[in-house]
C-alpha cells in the first residue's frame, strides 16, 4: 500500500514549456487534491475533484489544467509554464466515509521555471 | 473567504514543552487539522478536534479549542529534536463538496539540544 504517489520529484521548465505532473493514489479514496506551496503560504488549492468524473477550480487555479483519469489517477498540466508557477505542488487524497475528513498527502514535486 | 493564521517561527529547548497557536475565521468549522510537515516531505496528519470538543489529548500532543475564540493550539509535550518540523494548522466544514481545507502559513519549530 504506496498511499499517494507523485512524479516526478523535481523538474525544471523554462518558461513557455508545458508538463504533468502525475499523482496516484491506492486507497480507493472518492476525493483529490492539488495544492502549491510557496514560502510563508501554506498549501494554496489549485484544483480538486471530488469524484472520478468531476474537477473543480481551487483557489489558485489559473495557468492550470486538471484530469481525473480513474479514481486513482489524477493529473496536474502546465500548458505554458511561468516562473511564478516555480513552487512544490502537492496532491492529496481523502474519502468521506472517514468521518474526519483526513487528506493523505504524496511527496511532492518540486517545480523551478526559469 | 476563510482564513487561517499562523505565527512563523517558534524556537524551544529539548526537554521543555511547545505551545503552537492558530486563529481561524470560519465560524462554521467543523473539524480542524494539525499537520506535520518534515524537511522534503509531505504533510502528515498529527491529530485532529471535531469543533464540539474543548480538548483532545494524544500521547505527547494535547490540542485546545477555543471555539468562542476561534483559537486553535498545539502543545508537545517534552520536545525532542525529531519534533522540529513545520506544523500547520487546517480547517474544513466538512459539508463541501470534496471536503477542501483551508491551511494556515505554518510555524516553522525549531528544537534545540
Known amino acids: 500500500n504506496a498511499g499517494v504517489t507523485q512524479t516526478p520529484k523535481f523538474q525544471v521548465l523554462k518558461t513557455g514549456q508545458s508538463m504533468t505532473l502525475q499523482c496516484a493514489q491506492d486507497m480507493n479514496h472518492n476525493s483529490m487534491y492539488w495544492y502549491r506551496q510557496d514560502p510563508g503560504m501554506g498549501l494554496r488549492l489549485i484544483y480538486y475533484?471530488?469524484?472520478?468524473?468531476?474537477?473543480d477550480k481551487g483557489e489558485v487555479p489559473n495557468g492550470y489544467n486538471v484530469s481525473r483519469l480513474n479514481k486513482r489517477e489524477f493529473s496536474l498540466r502546465l500548458e505554458s509554464a511561468a516562473p511564478s508557477q516555480t513552487s512544490v505542488y502537492f496532491c492529496a487524497s481523502s474519502d468521506e466515509q472517514f468521518s474526519s475528513y483526513e487528506q493523505y498527502f504524496g511527496p511532492g514535486t518540486r517545480l523551478t521555471v526559469t | 473567504g476563510e482564513d487561517v493564521e499562523q505565527s512563523l517561527f517558534l524556537s524551544v529547548r529539548e526537554g521543555d514543552s511547545s505551545v503552537i497557536n492558530c486563529t481561524y475565521t470560519?465560524?462554521?468549522?467543523?473539524?480542524l487539522y494539525w499537520y506535520k510537515q518534515e524537511p522534503g516531505a509531505g504533510l502528515q496528519l498529527l491529530t485532529y478536534i471535531f469543533s464540539n470538543m474543548d480538548m483532545k489529548q494524544d500521547q505527547r500532543l494535547t490540542v485546545l479549542l477555543n471555539k468562542k475564540d476561534k483559537h486553535l493550539s498545539l502543545r508537545i509535550a517534552d520536545t525532542q529534536t525529531g519534533d522540529s518540523a513545520i506544523y500547520f494548522c487546517a480547517e474544513s466544514n466538512g459539508d463541501n463538496a470534496g471536503n477542501m481545507l483551508t491551511f494556515g502559513g505554518g510555524t516553522r519549530l525549531m528544537v534545540k539540544p
Open positions: 475533484s471530488a469524484s472520478e468524473g468531476t474537477t
Open positions: 470560519d465560524s462554521s468549522s467543523t473539524y
